[in-house]
C-alpha cells in the first residue's frame, strides 16, 4: 500500500477499513475481466470486424444520443425544479418536493409499459427521451437540493453586493458550489440510461444493451455480445471521470458554523402559478399516465386474475432479495467512499471509479460473469441467494456511493483528530466522531439501493434460484406474453412497495426547510462537553 497516502487536511483513514477497500474493487474488476476474456475470442480480426459493422454504428448512435437527451432533459428539469422548491417563495413547497420526488416510486420499465400500451405513437427515441427523462429525473433532483441547501450564503450576498445581477450570481457563485451535486447525479442517470435494458424494450429503441440481449438469448453469440459490452465500458470511462473532476481539489466540510441565516424565498407574483402547472404537468406525465393505464388494465383486461396466487411469493422473494442486497452493498460502499476521500493514489481512484464504469453494463452481463467464475471456481455459489446479492453489490454500488458521500463531503475530518488526541484509537474515533454524521447518508444509500433492487430484473432472471419469483420478474414474464392485465397487479404492488423507501430516501435527502445553524449541535460541542 506503499502508492497509497493520506491526503492533506482530510483527516486519518482507519486500517482496518483498508482492507475492506479491496473487496467492491474486486468485485467491480470481474466483470471487466470477464468482457475481455469472452470478446478476446473472437480473435482480432472478428473483434474489428463487429466494430466497424454499419449495425454497430447505428447502436453507438441510439445509445449515445439516449444517454446524452435523458441525461441533459433529467438534469434541466431537476435544476429548475430544485431552484423552484428551495429559492421561490411558491406556496405548497413542501407539497412541490414531494410531486418531485414521485417517479422514484414508479419503475421506468413499469411507466414505458403503461405509455407503449396507449399505442406507437409513444414508442420511438423522442418518446423514450422524455419517459426516462421524467423517471430519472429525481436522481439529480433530491442532491441537488441538498447542495443548495449546503451553499454558503455569504458568498451569495458578497457577489450581490458587488453589484453582480441573479443570473451572474447564479452561473458564477451559486452553480459551481452545487456543480459536484449535480455531476453525481447526472452521471448516475447516464450510465444508467446506456444499462437501461426493460424500459427501452417496450418502447422499441435499440442500444448496445438491447442488443446485448439479443446476441445471448437468440443467436447465443457470447463473443459479440463481450464486444458490444466493451464499448458500453469504453463510454462510461469519461463519465465516470469527468464527474470527479467536477469534485477535484475542492472541499465542502468546514467546522465552523458558517453563514446561520437563511436568505428568503425571491417573491414572483403570479409566476407562481406557472409554477404549480409545471410541476402539475410533470406529475400528470410521470405518475398520472402510467397509473390511469394499471388502472384501465385491472378493469378491462382479459387476462385479469391469471396468475394472481403467485402475487404474495413474488412480493416475499422481492423483499427478501432486496433488502439484504441493500445492506450489503451500502456496507461496501462505505469504505470506498472514506477512502476516495481520504486517501490519495491510483489504486485508491481505480477502486472508487471502477463501481462507475461497470454501472453502465446490462445485468445481464453482470449475471453471466458471475455465472462464469461461479461454476468454474465456487459450484457451491451457482443458484444460490448469495450470488444474487453479490450481483446486486456490483450493479448498484454507485448509487449508495453517491449518497454516502454527499455526508462524507461535509463531516469535518479535524472532529476525528481532536477524538484521538482525547486517547480514542482511529477506528474507535471513527465510530463516536464520523459515523453519526455519515448516517442519513447511509440511510438514504440504503433506501435508494433498496429501492433500486425491488425492480431488478435482468440479473435476477439469470441468477435466482429456481422456484424463486419477485414482482419484477412476475411483470416481465406476463408482459412479454402480451397478458397486460395479469401483469397490473404485480407493476402496482411494486409501485405501492417501492413508495416506503422512496419516502425514506425523500425524507433523508429533503426534510425540513434547514434551520438557522446555530440552533444545531455541532461535533465539537460534544467533545469540549468531554463526550466523545
Known amino acids: 500500500m506503499s502508492h497509497v497516502k493520506v491526503r492533506e487536511g482530510r ?30 475470442e473472437a480473435g482480432w480480426a472478428g473483434t474489428v470486424a463487429e466494430l466497424l459493422r454499419p ?24 435544476l429548475a425544479a430544485a431552484w423552484c422548491t428551495e429559492r421561490l417563495a411558491v406556496p405548497g413547497r413542501d407539497v412541490l418536493r414531494v410531486v418531485a420526488s414521485l417517479p422514484l416510486a414508479m419503475p421506468a420499465f413499469v411507466s414505458s409499459y403503461a405509455w407503449a400500451s396507449l399505442g406507437e405513437t409513444f414508442q420511438g427515441m423522442a418518446g423514450a427521451v422524455v419517459i426516462l427523462a421524467f423517471a430519472t429525473m429525481p436522481l439529480i433532483y433530491l442532491p441537488v437540493v441538498a447542495a443548495l441547501r449546503g451553499v454558503d450564503l455569504g458568498f451569495e450576498e458578497v457577489s450581490r453586493s458587488l453589484g453582480r445581477g441573479r443570473w451572474r450570481t447564479f452561473y458564477e457563485v451559486i452553480l459551481p458550489q452545487i456543480a459536484p451535486a449535480l455531476g453525481g447525479g447526472a452521471l448516475l442517470v447516464s450510465s444508467h440510461m446506456l444499462a437501461e435494458f426493460g424500459a427501452l424494450s417496450f418502447l422499441q429503441v435499440e442500444t448496445f444493451t438491447t442488443a446485448i440481449f439479443t446476441q445471448y438469448d437468440v443467436q447465443f ?33 468546514r467546522v465552523g458554523r458558517g453563514n446561520a441565516r437563511a436568505l428568503p424565498p425571491l417573491d414572483i407574483g403570479r409566476w407562481q402559478y406557472a409554477v404549480h402547472a409545471g410541476f402539475g404537468l410533470f406529475a400528470l406525465l410521470s405518475v398520472g399516465v402510467p397509473f390511469a393505464t394499471l388502472a384501465y388494465w385491472l378493469g378491462r383486461g382479459t387476462s385479469l386474475g391469471l396468475g394472481m396466487e403467485h402475487v404474495l411469493p413474488a412480493l416475499v422473494g422481492s423483499l427478501s432479495y432486496a433488502l439484504p ?60 441467494p448469495v450470488l444474487v446479492i453479490v450481483a446486486y453489490a456490483m450493479l448498484f454500488l454507485p448509487l449508495a456511493q453517491s449518497s454516502i458521500r ?26 463516536a466522531v464520523t459515523l453519526p454524521s455519515l448516517m442519513p447518508g447511509i440511510g438514504a444509500g440504503l433506501a435508494l439501493t433498496v429501492l433500486e433492487l425491488m425492480r431488478e430484473l435482468t440479473a435476477t432472471l439469470l441468477l435466482a434460484p429456481s422456484g424463486v419469483t419477485t414482482l419484477a420478474t412476475e411483470f416481465w414474464s406476463y408482459t412479454n406474453d402480451r397478458s397486460y392485465a395479469a401483469a397490473a397487479p404485480f407493476a ?39 463526550e466523545v
Open 325 to 384: 442486497g441493500g445492506l450489503v452493498t451500502t456496507l461496501l460502499a462505505l469504505p470506498l467512499v472514506l477512502a476516495s476521500i481520504r486517501l490519495r493514489g491510483p489504486l485508491v481512484t481505480f477502486a472508487e471509479r471502477m463501481p462507475f464504469i461497470i454501472h453502465g453494463l446490462p445485468g445481464l452481463v453482470i449475471a453471466l460473469t458471475l455465472v462464469f467464475f461461479a461454476i468454474r471456481y465456487t459450484p457451491w455459489l451457482y443458484q444460490s
Open 492 to 530: 402496482l404492488l411494486l409501485v405501492l412497495v417501492s413508495g416506503v423507501p422512496v419516502y425514506i430516501f425523500t425524507l433523508r435527502s429533503i426534510g425540513p426547510a434547514r434551520p438557522p445553524l446555530a440552533a444545531v449541535p455541532r461535533a465539537q460541542d460534544h467533545l469540549i462537553a468531554g
Open 221 to 253: 453469440d457470447n463473443a459479440a455480445a463481450a464486444q458490444l459490452s466493451a464499448v458500453l465500458m469504453v463510454l462510461c470511462v469519461p463519465l465516470a471521470f469527468g464527474e470527479m473532476s467536477l469534485r477535484h481539489g475542492k472541499r465542502f466540510s
Open 406 to 431: 454527499a455526508s462524507a463531503e461535509l463531516a469535518p475530518p479535524e472532529i476525528e483528530d481532536v477524538a484521538r488526541t482525547l486517547g480514542r484509537k482511529p477506528l474507535a474515533a471513527f465510530i
Open 11 to 40: 483527516g486519518s483513514f482507519p486500517p482496518s477499513l483498508l482492507a475492506l477497500v479491496i473487496i467492491p474493487a474486486l468485485l467491480a474488476f470481474l466483470p471487466a475481466a470477464y468482457v475481455v476474456m469472452r470478446g478476446a
Open 55 to 78: 449495425e454497430t454504428g447505428r447502436l453507438l448512435w441510439n445509445t449515445t444520443v439516449l444517454a446524452v437527451s435523458v441525461t441533459l432533459v433529467a438534469a434541466a428539469l431537476a
